[in-house]
């Protein structure tokens, strides 16, 4: 642990589950499970979107409290060996929502931009090779909230993977006092899910111009959750 105290933080290994992390992830996966039970499921895919694969889903940070049911409930019924893997943050935080992940059967990938993030991209391009899909929330971990981070345009660009925009509304929730305005969703409310046009990022792309695709990437996911206003 003291060499780990002198490693710069961007190197250092992500934080593995102890007993407190593995006891929330498990409680929260729980919860989640009844949580979801109450509510009533809308999916609307205009674009037929979900019929590529593998594909890179993205969704808002503040819209995370649903995704996996959204992954099993919807997606995995267009094949019967879809497999997911999403990243997860190497912090704490991270180790107690990877229990969760692993809980639905999805595989989580530990890195983000500021820690272990060639080794998470490195790993990322591996699941997309390896067939899975992934799901990223581009303005996660810590924000600005619904702008979308360089990242995910960079990992379609070098696999050739699509990426597809997700995003859902609420009939009724709360929102936490968090940089994101995490969203609880109320039991026995309605979920409208909207999935986007898959977006197809060129090979060859400049960094003024990966700029421009994740704004726009940003405007479409907004524009889907606000689908149904």
């Known amino acids: 642990m003291a060499l780990a105290s002198h490693t710069p933080k961007h190197l250092r290994p992500a934080h593995?589950?102890?007993?407190?992390e593995n006891l929330v992830g498990s409680t929260a996966a729980w919860l989640a499970r009844a949580l979801a039970c109450t509510i009533r499921f809308e999916f609307h895919d205009p674009f037929n979107s979900v019929a590529f694969q593998p594909a890179i889903?993205?969704?808002?940070?503040?819209?995370?409290?649903?995704?996996?049911?959204i992954f099993t409930r919807y997606i995995v019924h267009h094949g019967d060996?879809?497999?997911?893997?999403?990243?997860v943050s190497a912090?704490?935080?991270g180790a107690m929502l990877s229990v969760l992940l692993k809980s639905y059967g999805v595989e989580p990938v530990r890195g983000s931009s500021?820690?272990?993030g060639f080794q998470a991209m490195k790993a990322l391009i591996g699941k997309l090779d390896q067939g899975r899909d992934l799901?990223?929330?581009?303005?996660?971990?810590?924000?600005p909230r619904h702008q979308a981070h360089h990242g995910i345009i960079t990992l379609s660009q070098l696999t050739g993977r699509p990426i597809i925009p997700v995003s859902y509304?609420?009939?009724?929730?709360?929102?936490?006092?968090?940089?994101?305005?995490?969203?609880i969703p109320h039991p026995f409310g309605?979920?409208?899910?909207?999935?986007?046009?898959?977006?197809?990022?060129?090979r060859k792309l400049e960094a003024s111009q990966r700029a421009e695709v994740a704004e726009a990437l940003g405007r479409e996911m907004n524009r889907l959750g606000m689908e149904g206003d």
Do not use: M, N
């Open 135 to 143: 799901a990223l929330t581009p303005d996660g971990p810590r924000g």
């Open 169 to 183: 509304r609420l009939s009724r929730y709360t929102s936490l006092s968090t940089w994101d305005l995490f969203q």
């Open 190 to 202: 309605s979920c409208k899910v909207h999935f986007g046009e898959a977006i197809h990022v060129e």
């Open 57 to 69: 889903f993205c969704i808002w940070h503040d819209r995370l409290a649903l995704c996996l049911e």
């Open 114 to 116: 500021s820690r272990r």
């Open 91 to 93: 912090s704490r935080d």
């Open 16 to 20: 593995d589950p102890g007993l407190t």
């Open 81 to 87: 060996q879809r497999r997911l893997a999403a990243l």
